[in-house]
């Protein structure tokens, strides 16, 4: 069954994916796979099957050109994957580990510094106290160091959703909705982040105002607050920008390249005024404020918010030229 | 078997008088041919779907989706009015067809 499969893909690899011939296809492949099945049923070897499963198949060119389809973009096509749904899936569920795991790291060291402060506090007279709670440190440094660069690593295999690839439009439509709903969550992440992030100064002024708690282990618990709160701005930060990445990467395939040379375009123009247009300024910036001197040096910082103003009729100027 | 080149212009019309008698979907109508004609013509998938693209443009046929069976959505093809008026031309034209090509090749080999 994977060979016909197989087969099918490789006919249709230069053909222009479009909705209309990734239905061909798939109506194709069912009716191959119903073929087999039923010659297999009657009894013929697989390799019977799929021998005249494929003889049966016909001649790929005779139905593009009755299709009116032309194997042009083909290459460009080849070029840039097309990301289906199972792939979709992935990277959203790989960037969300990535948040997790980023968020662990971060907690992991916060971690390891507010156990260590709680150690000193509770008795920097004994020798033991210091001693442990630097091992705890390093130990709890190591586990989230070590966190950091394994994701950082892992997303180096993410490299091809951070180019432009083929999303067809009914899964383009799937993932809008799926960043749609997502957006509750978000909203809920932030607001649990945010107030681990004000809870935190709790356990710190319970340490500066009263005896329950050293001033040092306040710190520490603050510290670990803010490691849990950082965690939900990680995760769920993560899933919601791979939505993004998605949505901005992910091309219809009817109009690749002219979205592809469109994006090339806009970082072109983006890249100019980065480079170019704003060292310019702050030159300007400097040089007519030391060549006139003095009482310039008071409103001469105007050309920055000018320079801004300018930006915007810039780009927008570039824009209607497309 | 028949070669596909002599029935080639009348795939068309097998299609569509099988849709004639009902909605279907790719595999059933190509079983269907390949039943009628006791395994004397087999029609190419890619021969197929040119028809059924032909037919289409021509606003003979309409598709639509099916509901799923056995894990796969399979596109079903139905007969338009215009297909059934067409169907009927082809019809008469086949009858005389049929007498013209019978006065040449229709006789018995001497």
Redesign the interface.
């Known amino acids: 069954m994977n060979i016909i499969n197989e087969y099918v893909n490789q006919v249709f690899k230069t053909v222009p994916l479009t909705e209309e011939t990734n239905?061909?296809r798939?109506?194709?492949l069912?009716?191959?796979?119903?073929?087999y099945d039923?010659l297999i049923g009657n009894g013929a070897s697989e390799h019977e099957a799929i021998g005249v499963v494929i003889a049966?198949?016909?001649?790929?060119d005779?139905?593009l050109s009755?299709?009116g389809i032309e194997k042009e973009s083909a290459e460009t096509l080849e070029n840039h994957p097309t990301m289906e749904e199972g792939a979709i899936d992935f990277f959203v569920e790989a960037k969300a580990m990535i948040g997790l795991r980023v968020g662990l790291g971060i907690l992991s060291i916060l971690l390891g510094v507010g156990l260590m402060l709680s150690f000193l506090s509770a008795g920097s007279a004994i020798q033991a106290n210091r001693v442990i709670g630097i091992i705890l440190l390093l130990v709890c440094l190591v586990i989230g160091i070590a966190l950091l660069i394994i994701e950082g690593m892992r997303a180096d295999e993410l490299k091809p959703y951070h180019q432009p690839f083929v999303l067809l439009a009914d899964l383009r439509d799937e993932v809008e909705h799926q960043k749609k709903a997502y957006k509750k969550s978000l909203a809920l992440s932030i607001v649990l982040g945010v107030s681990f992030c004000i809870l935190s100064l709790t356990p710190l002024l319970v340490g500066a105002l009263t005896n329950l708690l050293s001033l040092l282990t306040g710190l520490g618990l603050m510290l670990v607050l803010i490691g849990v709160g950082v965690m939900f701005f990680t995760y769920s930060g993560n899933v919601f920008n791979a939505y993004g990445v998605i949505l901005s990467n992910g091309k219809d395939p009817e109009h690749f390249e002219e979205e592809v040379k469109a994006e090339a375009r806009r970082k072109k123009i983006d890249y100019i005024i980065e480079e170019i247009y704003w060292p310019i300024i702050v030159v300007i910036y400097f040089a007519s404020s030391f060549i006139f001197g003095g009482s310039i040096w008071a409103w001469s910082w105007i050309i920055f918010v000018l320079g801004g103003a300018l930006e915007g009729t810039i780009k927008s100027l570039f824009d209607t030229w497309e | 078997m028949i070669s596909s080149d002599v029935i080639r212009g009348y795939n068309d019309s097998f299609l569509l008088s099988l849709l004639n008698e009902g909605d279907s979907?790719?595999?059933a109508l190509?079983?269907d041919i390949k039943e009628r004609t006791n395994g004397q013509y087999?029609i190419?998938?890619?021969?197929m779907?040119?028809a059924f693209?032909?037919l289409k443009k021509n606003g003979y046929i309409d598709s639509y989706p099916g509901n799923v069976t056995q894990g796969?959505?399979?596109?079903y093809y139905r007969i338009t009015p215009e297909g059934k008026r067409y169907l009927k031309e082809k019809q008469e034209e086949w009858l005389v067809t049929k007498q013209v090509v019978d006065q040449f090749v229709g006789g018995e080999i001497k």
Request: avoid cysteine.
């Open positions: 239905q061909l798939l109506d194709i069912a009716n191959m796979e119903d073929k039923e049966e198949f016909g001649n790929i005779e139905l009755e299709m | 979907y790719g595999y190509s079983k087999l190419k998938e890619t021969t779907y040119s693209t032909r796969k959505k399979r596109t």
